[in-house]
């Protein structure tokens, strides 16, 4: 591994012991043997990659009309044959299994509580039949190809099906293991109505209902992975997550590449943050691999992962390689080993456009350095802590609305305030939404003793949850939106700049103006501060916007008035409100948030923390649209009179200086270039 070292001035770094190898998946194509292996050959001479995975039979071959039974060993003597010809390249050949449970046949389909059947071919990981089937195909793949890795498709996941309600399955097989778990008999109707009225008398069943859905997806992977081992134990299978899906699958994704992976092989993970169709502007980059953050934040370091790198169709017509190379960079910080790399088109000339290889290769030496500083610091993420559980998607099947959102709002909107944030179990945390459903009383109790921001809808829930006392001020959600002209931040927040009125245009329906979804009266009790508060017509105070207040736990509790879920009003997104949430932050968790972006909005910040706490990685990438040639940073007093030194372009580390509380970078910073400094105590 890269070994960092700092004199007092000077980090300086060995060379790589081993290089980053992504893996890059390109589509079969039925009978096009020398042409794709002429194609692997360009690419890897024009881009230095090496290993492929060639997916396979595709949508179109299996997906929507029945398929010849010598689909799958056809492909595999394809795909075998093609390694065998660029082998002497140095080129390696794997397989990714496309679709995996979605193909066209007779067998059982994943059933809703109703009866009705998944109108897209989605089978049920139970049915015996279907066991044997898929794993038999599996097999004729692997015995003909010799495939080094299998990936398997992120459609393996009973989260969905076209015409589906909810997600799972609720056929009479899932019925039988949920009566094994939960040690009663119920009907698919009581088991579907726990879930739309849920209480804590039914959060049993819910709970078991998920961990049958998550069994029956590992006992299907335990057969395919043991027909695998039948041909070669040493295949090694890569689980391709299914975002979110995974999450209401019972919090799967571990237990599965574990079912997969079997006895003999390393687990490995393809954890998901695709766009798609660039539906994400540079400010929204961080939302879009905020799940790919707390996956790689629990997953166990023995499981190998690969961030989805894949912009979808794969042309900069639609996501840009700077794009790109934000989404790469985030993900290698938060502790992605490697990387799918999606810079291939699913044509014939693939390799049309290299400008997704081209970011790679530029960033490369970064990314090594970045990953080998995770690995040997064993480096965390620090900074404002995302509450997030897979439970909130796997006890509630995502009825309710809004639990998908919650995730991505909150990087969103931390990234636009440039504070970094972590997945992590400690530290200053935010409550939104409705989060606190999914939390257990034990889990609320630990997050409210110590600091926490905390939105209109998350304190109600609180409330009703008997947490009312710990946050200072009682709650009462308004019916709709409250008679509000103006916001004021008071003199308690504590601001330097001149300014105190924030727009309050939430009546307006222009622009994000109107997406503030849920307001609250606050009525502080004795000893809370109020920070800001609304007003009407005639000055008349409304009710407070943000109290601040101690409680017996030991903790300290921000209470806000309004929505965070969905909330991209100019009322939340400005300079005044980043100067009283970093003063928030500092005033209730001191030293948690180790470095924050000063008055320049959409600079997406991350700290990552070496475990003796003596090293510290900062990124900085600047995804606001502008050039920034002056950037200044707050650290926290255990960071200040730290050496800084930043990551040179060849992942060497450049003269450094030691810097004080206020450090200002000397280098540019270019949208969606992203910077790496080091800092060593």
């Not at 019925?175 to 008999?185: M, S």
């Amino acid at each position: 591994m890269r070994a960092l070292f700092l004199s007092t001035f000077i980090l300086a770094s060995a060379a790589c012991a081993e290089s980053m190898e992504p893996i890059t998946p390109l589509l079969w194509r039925r009978g096009a043997v020398e042409e794709t292996a002429n194609d692997l050959r360009d690419v890897s001479r024009q881009s230095g990659l090496r290993r492929f995975f060639i997916a396979g039979p595709g949508f179109n071959e299996a997906m929507f009309a029945p398929f010849a039974t010598n689909l799958y060993a056809e492909m595999g003597r394809e795909i075998g044959e093609i390694a065998k010809r660029v082998s002497a390249d140095g080129i390696e050949v794997g397989w990714w299994c496309s679709p995996s449970i979605r193909y066209v046949s007779d067998f059982a389909p994943i059933e809703d509580a109703f009866g009705g059947r998944s109108a897209d071919n989605k089978k049920c990981p139970l049915d015996s039949a279907f066991q044997d089937d898929w794993a038999a195909k599996v097999k004729a793949v692997v015995a003909a190809a010799r495939p080094r890795m299998i990936a398997i498709e992120d459609d393996y996941t009973l989260a969905w099906g076209r015409g589906l309600n909810g997600g799972g399955c609720f056929c009479e097989r899932h019925l039988a293991l949920f009566e094994k778990l939960y040690g009663k008999r119920l009907s698919a109707a009581e088991i579907d109505a726990a879930f739309k009225n849920r209480t804590g008398a039914n959060l049993p069943i819910r709970r078991a209902f998920a961990d049958a859905v998550r069994e029956s997806l590992c006992v299907l992977a335990r057969k395919v992975r043991a027909a695998v081992d039948e041909v070669d134990p040493a295949v090694r299978i890569c689980v391709c997550e299914p975002g979110l899906n995974a999450d209401k699958d019972g919090a799967s994704v571990e237990a599965v590449a574990r079912a997969f992976a079997g006895a003999n092989t390393r687990p490995a993970i393809r954890p998901s943050g695709a766009i798609y169709g660039a539906q994400t502007t540079p400010a929204d980059v961080p939302g879009a691999i905020a799940h790919t953050f707390y996956t790689l934040a629990r997953l166990p370091k023995d499981i190998e992962t690969f961030y989805e790198a894949d912009p979808y169709p794969h042309n900069r017509f639609f996501t840009s390689a700077s794009q790109m190379g934000s989404l790469m960079s985030g993900a290698v910080f938060a502790g992605s080993q490697n990387l799918l790399l999606y810079c291939l088109q699913y044509l014939d000339d693939p390799f049309e456009d290299p400008g997704y290889a081209s970011e790679f290769n530029r960033l490369k030496p970064r990314l090594e350095a970045v990953r080998d500083f995770n690995l040997s610091r064993r480096a965390t993420l620090r900074g404002v802590r995302i509450v997030w559980t897979p439970d909130a998607m796997a006890l509630t099947r995502g009825l309710g609305g809004g639990r998908d959102a919650q995730l991505a709002e909150e990087a969103f909107i931390l990234s636009k305030f440039g504070i970094p944030y972590t997945m992590g179990d400690s530290g200053f945390a935010i409550l939104a939404g409705n989060i606190v459903e999914s939390l257990t009383d034990e889990e609320l109790g630990q997050i409210l003793s110590g600091g926490v921001l905390v939105d209109a809808p998350a304190a109600d829930l609180l409330v009703r949850r008997g947490f009312g006392r710990d946050l200072g001020t009682d709650v009462k959600l308004a019916g709709g939106r409250l008679p509000v002209i103006r916001e004021e931040i008071l003199p308690a927040a504590g601001l330097k700049r001149r300014g105190r009125d924030v727009n309050a245009f939430y009546i307006l329906s222009a622009g994000t103006e109107g997406t503030v979804r849920t307001f609250a009266t606050l009525t502080p009790h004795e000893g809370a501060e109020a920070w800001s508060r609304f007003s009407g017509v005639g000055g008349k105070e409304v009710t407070p916007s943000l109290t601040v207040a101690r409680n017996a736990r030991g903790g300290c509790a921000a209470v806000m008035a309004t929505s965070l879920v969905g909330n991209r009003s100019s009322g939340l997104l400005n300079l005044r409100r980043q100067e009283m949430w970093q003063n928030l932050f500092r005033k209730l968790s001191p030293n948690a948030i180790p470095v924050m972006a000063l008055d320049a909005p959409g600079v997406w910040t991350l700290a990552s923390v070496s475990e003796d706490g003596r090293e510290m990685m900062v990124m900085v990438d600047n995804l606001s649209g502008d050039v920034r040639e002056c950037l200044s940073f707050s650290l926290s007093d255990e960071w200040a009179g730290a050496a800084v030194s930043r990551l040179g372009a060849d992942g060497r580390v450049e003269k450094g200086e030691k810097v004080s509380a206020l450090w200002t970078p000397k280098c540019v910073f270019a949208q969606m270039q992203p910077e790496f400094f080091v800092f060593t105590k």
